[in-house]
């Protein structure tokens, strides 16, 4: 029965289909589903597919946006549940996130800020295409603990070493505190640029803000 629920959630976002994605977000909630496997093994399923089909040119750029306006559709269902399921309501730290300048994927990274809420962090979405001074200026206003980057593309990966750049440009470093993620990203890459964490998805995003803030 899940299996059935997790092979149409897949479907719905491998034809881009939102429509078909709200519904199957929904179906997976009535069914008991946690919205972190749906995501997890429903939807990012579709979603890698569809991105390895237009790294291989069988499907177009198009495509993967209506794959992402899908992918969005559902985590607009999901999202709700998973703050509400969350019982940490006091504030573990203050964050500031966003996704580096030239880069507009914004998924993985509203994945992250949602968890990290969830788990009782304050925190400031600063959005996409974010310039390193935005981050930085952000970060001195809320007095923020840490300061999550993500990069989807080998191009902007740099981005992440400039907001670090930018950072210790305020005095802001090392008090503040920096974690890179996403798809292109490595520990590797994280450690040569002087960040002080990675994590490859979003549950160990928040594993790490909490071992930084001593939570
Ligand atoms: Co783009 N895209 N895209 N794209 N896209 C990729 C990333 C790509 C791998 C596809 C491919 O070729 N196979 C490829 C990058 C190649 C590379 O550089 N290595 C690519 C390309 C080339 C491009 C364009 C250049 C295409 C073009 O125009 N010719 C263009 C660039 C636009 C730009 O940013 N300037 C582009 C555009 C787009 C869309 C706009 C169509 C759309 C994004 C829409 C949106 O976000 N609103 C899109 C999409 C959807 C994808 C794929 C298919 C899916 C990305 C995604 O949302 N994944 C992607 C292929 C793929 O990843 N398989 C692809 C789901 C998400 C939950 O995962 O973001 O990895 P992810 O986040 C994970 C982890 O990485 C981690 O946790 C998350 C949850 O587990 N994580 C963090 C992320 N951020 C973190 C931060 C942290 C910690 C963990 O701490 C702060």
């Not at 450690?191 to 964490?197: L, Q, R, T």
């Amino acid at each position: 029965m899940n299996q059935d629920l997790f092979a149409e959630m897949r479907a719905s976002i491998e034809d881009g289909d939102a429509e078909r994605a709200t519904a199957a977000a929904r179906a997976a909630l009535d069914a008991g589903i946690d919205p972190l496997a749906a995501i997890d093994s429903g939807f990012m399923p579709g979603l890698t597919w569809v991105g390895d089909q237009f790294a291989c040119g069988e499907m177009f750029l198009p495509d993967m946006m209506l794959a992402a306006r899908a992918m969005k559709a559902a985590f607009a269902v999901l999202e709700p549940e998973m703050k509400a399921r969350s019982t940490e309501r006091s504030v573990a730290g203050r964050v500031v996130i966003g996704t580096v300048k030239g880069d507009i994927h914004e998924i993985g990274k509203n994945l992250v800020a949602t968890m990290l809420g969830a788990a009782g962090f304050e925190v400031h979405d600063l959005g996409v295409d974010v310039p390193p001074e935005r981050f930085a200026e952000k970060a001195a206003e809320v007095g923020a603990d840490i300061v999550g980057v993500s990069a989807l593309l080998t191009t902007t990966m740099t981005g992440q070493r400039a907001v670090i750049a930018a950072l210790g440009e305020r005095g802001l470093r090392p008090a503040v505190k920096v974690i890179v993620g996403g798809a292109p990203v490595t520990r590797a890459w994280a450690a040569e640029i002087g960040a002080d964490g990675y994590s490859e998805d979003a549950v160990g995003a928040v594993a790490l803000a909490k071992s930084l803030v001593g939570a």
